[in-house]
Nanobody
Framework: QVQLVESGGGLVQAGGSLRLSCAASGSIFSINAMGWYRQAPGKQRELVAAITGGGSTNYADSVKGRFTISRDGAKNTVYLQMDSLKPEDTAVYYC???????????????WGQGTQVTVSS
């Protein structure tokens, strides 16, 4: 009963920037962590960045120094600022939340529908 809605994807040239947003809504009891994954054609889904409720962050080596994850706890929203984009960043980006829905005992992995990011060379 938790929904994640992503926005902000698009087409940019190499070196450009995009900011992705993901808003969690529904019967949310708590959110342990939120993050972004991506999946390129022919590739497995991989973690891009994650942030815990305490603000700790983790990034894939390939995006360190270029991407920044942040959150707005009051809005249950996570952002991914993507700078210095490379063609290799082209993928569908999925928002993820480890969250407990109201009346649920255990946390569950929730996923957004994905937003396309395309970086042209």
């Amino acid at each position: 009963q938790v929904q994640l809605v992503e926005s902000g994807g698009g087409l940019v040239q190499a070196g450009g920037s995009l900011r992705l947003s993901c808003a969690a809504s529904g019967s949310i009891f708590s959110i342990n962590a939120m993050g972004w994954y991506r999946q390129a054609p022919g590739k497995q889904r991989e973690l891009v960045a994650a942030i815990t409720g305490g603000g700790s962050t983790n990034y894939a080596d390939s995006v360190k120094g270029r991407f920044t994850i942040s959150r707005d706890g009051a809005k249950n929203t996570v952002y991914l600022q993507m700078d210095s984009l490379k063609p290799e960043d082209t993928a569908v980006y999925y928002c993820n939340a480890v969250a407990r829905a109201t009346f649920n005992l255990r946390p569950y992995n929730y996923w957004g529908q994905g937003t396309q990011v395309t970086v042209s060379s």
